[in-house]
């Protein structure tokens, strides 16, 4: 149960007491809220009383009469309001006239309690500021941890760019300052490291692209009739030459056409991300099977290798950002740790699921279902 923090500010001893009796007891469950709300009550006879109990403790509520011994009730409001005290002022009256009203909301009360007032009147005033503070605050930690995720990924992202970058530049240095003579082979091999690092900052800054795009949804999604042995093929050939450099036979098993309503763009990224994974993580020598097919509503795909394969603590882990498995098999394997994050993505926006069968050391199966959109 949450407690909110709430201050009667009245110069009756009898109302504030009329007040605590309702609401010492009374809690509720707000719409879309996990927890019940109940209430820690504070009170003050006069203005400048409750402006020390404001400086002191943090308040969400306070219900403000208007007419008071030291300052009026309106000109308590512009204090808390000045002061920027976080919390919502319920203005309470027994001169209930529109003018006094108007005068008090534009003073900065959230809602209006005419006296005399009912316990149910009441408890429906407090329900209504409570539910907005609730609110406020579910906002208020979402853009905490919205800050929280950024400062994340720019550090991790800072991190990924200065390893390249300082390998690159003490390379153009060296070749600079001729400090290997004229030993070429040697300079030509600082060449094709240097330009290995960049061919993983592009692949690292490519994929931010990707994972951009697919998140904020700013993208406009090219719906139409794909034909999904098309695009495996496709991407089959784009990995070709990783694929023979280390050897690896690359299969697909398909139906000739394997239609799904789907952006064209989307596939593309996803074959690229399952079927690039499965062969630099793979073996020498190793096999990649790329298996399609259809049932009722969805299609299934099927992409299985002979590679490192994953731990068991490993694989709850793999589909978030910049998370990426280090261990003995992997080292000295550039990536970006996108891949699998974007690939979940992509799988989400077609209502599907994706699931991974894995052996540490032996290989790994992904099984993804797409439903048609």
Do not use: W
């Amino acid at each position: 149960m949450q407690k909110l923090n709430l201050l009667i500010i009245d110069d009756e001893q009898g109302l504030r007491y009329g007040i605590v009796r309702t609401l010492r007891d009374f809690s509720f469950k707000p719409d879309e809220y996990d927890d019940e709300v109940s209430f820690q009550i504070s009170e003050a006879g006069t203005g400048q009383e409750a402006l020390a109990i404001m400086d002191k403790q943090e308040l969400d509520i306070a219900l403000v009469d208007y007419k008071l011994p030291d300052i009026n009730g309106v000109e308590l409001l512009n204090i808390i309001r000045e002061k920027k005290y976080n919390l919502l002022s319920v203005f309470i009256t027994a001169y209930a006239s529109l003018d006094v009203a108007v005068c008090a909301t534009r003073n900065g009360a959230y809602d209006f309690l005419a006296k005399p007032f009912s316990p149910d009147e009441l408890k429906n005033v407090i329900r209504k500021a409570s539910s907005r503070i609730i609110l406020q605050k579910k906002a208020k930690k979402l853009e905490e941890e919205k800050k929280l995720i950024r400062f994340e990924f720019l550090s991790v992202l800072s991190h990924e760019l200065k390893a390249p970058l300082n390998a690159i530049e003490s390379y153009l240095r060296i070749i600079e300052s001729r400090i290997s003579g004229e030993d070429i082979a040697s300079y030509e091999k600082m060449i094709k490291r240097s330009l290995e690092r960049v061919e993983g900052m592009k692949k690292l800054i490519f994929d931010l692209l990707d994972l951009t795009r697919i998140e904020s949804g700013q993208k406009k999604r090219m719906i139409s009739p794909v034909n999904l042995q098309e695009a495996a093929s496709k991407s089959i050939e784009t990995y070709q030459s990783m694929a023979s450099d280390k050897g690896i036979h690359v299969v697909l098993k398909s139906e000739k056409e394997i239609l799904i309503n789907a952006d064209a763009g989307e596939m593309e990224i996803l074959f690229n991300n399952l079927i690039s994974n499965a062969i630099k993580y793979n073996k020498d020598y190793g096999d990649v099977v790329i298996s399609l097919s259809k049932e009722n509503d969805a299609v299934k795909i099927t992409v299985e290798d002979t590679g490192i394969g994953f731990k068991d603590e490993e694989k709850s882990k793999i589909f978030k950002e910049f998370v990426r498995c280090r261990n003995e098999l992997t080292q000295g394997i550039e990536g970006s740790g996108l891949g699998l994050s974007i690939l979940s993505k992509l799988v989400k926006l077609y209502d599907g699921s994706i699931n991974l069968e894995s052996q540490f050391g032996k290989g790994s199966k992904f099984l993804i279902t797409l439903r048609k959109i």
